[in-house]
């Protein structure tokens, strides 16, 4: 319990980010169009943030709204954009049509990568066999993350999955070497569970603009945060 918890946090632009620094987050997950649950910031939006803040910043990769992969080229072609622009850590996560992970195009986005680190998103919890999809895509360079709230639903109806998969983790088994960091739907009272279960890392969107998503983010509100996991 005494290691720092990880507090990452949406940011759209430059201000979002400022502020989620000054607040605590210790890393920003860069999206644009949170109306289709976050798309690929343009480069230019990442530029403006990697010149206005000195935190670790996660880049996403997806084009469109839904968790298929849609143009594996073009995916391709952003990846390398933003590595030519500086970008060194990513997030990404496609299924086929079965709800199993779309390894080809994973694999395709993820050779553009350089072995950068990258988060595979919450396309784990819509997933036909969560337990499978670690397995197939736990030798990829690079994948160090799971953003996943346990369940489709959010983070309390995914409790039990994600406390079990601590446990999974801390056993040392394979495919769950990867840290597993909680959003969608993440509350603040769900957090002494978490951390008790072994849970170390947390993301927030929404709970850091109280104003909503028109509104920038809330250094304060992430402050609430930060505190909370130190606490």
């Known amino acids: 319990m005494s290691k720092r918890a990880v507090l990452e946090v949406i940011a759209l632009d430059a201000e979002d980010a400022v502020a989620a620094q000054a607040g605590g987050a210790d890393r920003l997950e860069l999206v644009t169009d949170m109306a289709a649950d976050g798309l690929t910031p343009s480069v230019e939006t990442f530029g403006a943030i990697r010149a206005a803040v000195d935190i670790p910043l996660r880049v996403m990769l997806r084009l469109a709204d839904g968790f298929a992969a849609g143009d594996v080229p073009a995916l391709a072609g952003a990846a390398r954009a933003m590595r030519a622009a500086g970008a060194d850590e990513f997030v990404l996560g ?93 509350r603040l009272e769900h957090v002494p569970g978490l951390r008790a279960a072994g849970i170390s890392a947390f993301h927030i969107g929404g709970a850091s603009r109280p104003a909503g998503w028109d509104a920038p983010v809330s250094a304060d509100a992430v402050r609430v945060w930060r505190e909370a996991l130190d606490a």
């Open 94 to 186: 496609f299924l086929d049509e079965h709800g199993g992970p779309d390894v080809a195009a994973v694999e395709r986005v993820v050779a553009e990568l350089d072995g950068c680190r990258w988060t595979f998103h919450r396309a784990i919890d819509r997933a036909a066999d969560r337990d499978a999809l670690r397995k197939q895509l736990a030798d990829l360079p690079g994948l160090d993350t799971y953003l996943t709230a346990g369940s489709a639903q959010g983070v309390d109806a995914g409790l039990d999955a994600l406390v079990a998969e601590a446990g999974r983790a801390a056993a040392g088994e394979p495919g769950y070497e990867q840290q597993i960091l909680v959003g969608g739907g993440l």
